[in-house]
Structure formats: structure tokens, C-alpha cells
Nanobody, 125 residues
Framework: QVQLQESGPGLVKPSQTLSLTCTVS??????????WNWIRQPPGKGLEWMGAIDNSGSIYYRPSLKSRTSISRDTSKNQFTLQLSSVTPEDTAIYYCARSSQLKTTGWIREYDYWGQGTQVTVSS
């Protein structure tokens, strides 16, 4: 069974960099055709796709977040990471990692077959 687990600090100060890690078990982030995604949900809003990394290491970003977002991976640990720089309170959200069978750039739940439980990140001084 594929499982994803987000980890990282729950509180980040404005202007700092948010860093999250997704640990994957039950599948390899380097095999098959899967894409490994970061998705967030601000309070009272819908799901927003942030970016993804595929099995070959190609990276895709949401255009509106591209200048502040960096996605990378550690294949030895079967993990992929998200860094979001210069955060503001508007970046407060539940952050999820999720798997899709091909590149998806939407927040539609059905487009992703496995999800982490999500982690709350609050941006506040």
C-alpha cells in the first residue's frame, strides 16, 4: 500500500522559507510514471496545486508560485521536498503531498490516487 507522510514545522515567520518533506512508502519515487505533487488548501478556500516532480526528476511549478517555490528529492530516502520562500500570512494552509499517475495541475481530489494526511502550516510572527 502506498503511503505518503508530510513533515515539517507548523509555524513559520513572515519572510522566512517554509520547508516540508514528504516521505513515501510502498512505491519508489523514481519508478513508473508517477508524479509526486505538493498541494495546499488555505483556510476557507479550495485545493491549490503547487508543483510536482516526476520519476525522472523533472520538476513542474504553478506559474504564480514559481518564483518562490523549489521542489527537490532525495532518492536514497524516497523523499521529496517543498521549499516556499518569502512566505506571508496568505501562505497559511494545510499542505499535502499526493501522487498522480501523470502530470496534473489541478486541485481536483480525484486526479490524485494517494494523499498524505496533510500538515498545517501557519505563517505568523
Amino acid at each position: 500500500q502506498v503511503q505518503l507522510q508530510e513533515s515539517g514545522p507548523g509555524l513559520v515567520k513572515p519572510s522566512q522559507t517554509l520547508s516540508l518533506t514528504c516521505t513515501v512508502s510502498g512505491d519508489s519515487i523514481t519508478s513508473g510514471y508517477a508524479h509526486w505533487n505538493w498541494i495546499r488548501q488555505p483556510p476557507g478556500k479550495g485545493l491549490e496545486w503547487m508543483g510536482a516532480i516526476d520519476n525522472s526528476g523533472s520538476i513542474y511549478y504553478r506559474p504564480s508560485l514559481k518564483s518562490r517555490t523549489s521542489i527537490s528529492r532525495d532518492t536514497s530516502k524516497n523523499q521529496f521536498t517543498l521549499q516556499l520562500s518569502s512566505v506571508t500570512p496568505e501562505d497559511t494552509a494545510i499542505y499535502y503531498c499526493a501522487r498522480s499517475s501523470q502530470l496534473k495541475t489541478t486541485g481536483w481530489i480525484r486526479e490524485y490516487d494517494y494523499w498524505g494526511q496533510g500538515t498545517q502550516v501557519t505563517v505568523s510572527s
